[in-house]
Structure formats: C-alpha cells, structure tokens
C-alpha cells in the first residue's frame, strides 16, 4: 500500500535560534514520505535561517520568504502549497519526537473516518529540555470548550478537513501557540 504524503507547515519569523532544530527533528522522522514548506515572514538572505535551509534544501523541502500577516496567514500559505492527504503544522521552535509522524499516519490509516488525530507532547525550555508534559486529555468535544488539551504540534489533520472548514481565522492571533486569553 502507498504511504500518503504527509506535508508539515512550519511557520517562521526571526527564529533563527531554533529553526534547525525544528527541521533535523523533520528529517530524522522514519516516515519517508514527507514535504516540509517553511514560511519565513523574516527571512533575509544574510540571515543564519538562509544558511540553514539552504543546507536542507531536498526533493521535497519547500520554503517562502516574505513578508506575511502574521502566523496564521503564514499557515494558510503553506495550506494552499501543501501537497499532502495529511497536514501538520510544526512551529520553528517546537520539535517532534522520534517516530511521531509514523504513528499518527498508522492511527488514521486504522481510522479512515477520523479527520484529525493527535497524542502527547512536552513543554520545553529554549534549550529544547524537558519542562514538563503537556496536559493531553482524550477527546471530549465538552471538555475542548473548557480547555485547551490538544497539543498543536502534536495534531495532524487530513487535508479534506481542512478543506472542508477552510483556512485558519487570520483575525485570531493569540491561538496558534496555545495562547489562550480568557474571555
């Protein structure tokens, strides 16, 4: 059986300290069919994250450079490159763990009903060590409406979903991260 393509979204902006990271965490997945698209609103050709991508530039590795309207426009670019049957979306200062690609292809591949799955991730510290895990819960559409237990970076999201609901809110600029202000 062919192994979809799975197209990560890593949305970018002066993060020249950990964006490398962020793709060695990518190419050392065991998942081999992936495209990576980085959308850099900062990027400046003198810049370290020029260097960095350009050292990672592979068949599928696909990168913009310009300015955008913050994250979720950024997002929403690399939702209208993406190629893939699944998405995920990889902040440039969050990194997935071995083999986490491959286990969420296998859970939907099992579930072919299910638009989205998603498992456990950990804080971590600009050093990317361990603080702590993040407070992952099993899905209760109740519950998502009190909090926040869904790990952004740990979600990956069949690309009909997205079809079918559209883009990201691009009036939103305090959800992306886990950010959440009280109301």
Same mark, same amino acid.
């Given at each position: 059986?062919?192994?979809?393509?799975?197209?990560i *979204?890593t949305?970018?902006?002066?993060?020249?300290q950990f *964006?490398?990271?962020? *793709?060695?965490s990518l190419?050392?997945?065991?998942?081999?069919n992936?495209e990576? *698209?980085?959308i850099?609103?900062g990027?400046?050709?003198?810049n370290?994250?020029?260097?960095?991508i350009q050292?990672?530039l592979v068949?599928r590795?696909?990168?913009?450079a310009?300015?955008?309207?913050?994250?979720?426009h950024a $997002?929403?670019?690399g939702?209208?490159?993406a190629?893939g049957?699944i998405?995920g979306w990889l902040?440039?200062?969050?990194? &997935?763990?071995?083999?986490? +690609?491959?286990?969420? +292809?296998?859970?939907l591949d099992?579930?072919?009903?299910?638009?989205m799955?998603?498992?456990?991730?950990?804080?971590?510290?600009?050093?990317n060590?361990?603080i702590?895990? &993040?407070p992952v819960?099993p899905?209760?559409?109740e519950r998502?409406?009190?909090t926040?237990?869904i790990c952004?970076?740990?979600?990956f $999201?069949?690309k009909?979903a997205f079809d079918?609901v559209?883009e $990201?809110d691009e009036?939103?600029?305090?959800?992306?991260d886990c950010?959440?202000?009280n109301?």
């Open positions: 059986m062919d192994q979809p393509l799975v197209s *979204i949305p970018s902006y002066q993060q020249d *964006i490398q990271e962020t *793709i060695e190419l050392s997945q065991d998942y081999p992936l990576h *698209i980085v850099d609103g990027l400046q050709t003198h370290r994250n020029f260097a960095v050292n990672h068949e590795f696909r990168w913009v310009e300015k955008d309207r913050r994250q979720a $997002i929403n670019k939702l209208a490159m190629k049957e998405i902040n440039s200062d969050d990194t &997935y763990l071995p083999h986490a +690609v491959k286990k969420a +292809v296998s859970v099992q579930n072919p009903q299910w638009g799955v998603y498992g456990k991730a950990n804080y971590t510290d600009d050093q060590h361990v702590g895990p &993040y819960e899905f209760q559409l998502l409406y009190e926040c237990f952004q970076p740990a979600a $999201i069949r009909e079918k559209g $990201i009036s939103f600029h305090f959800c992306k950010k959440f202000e109301a």
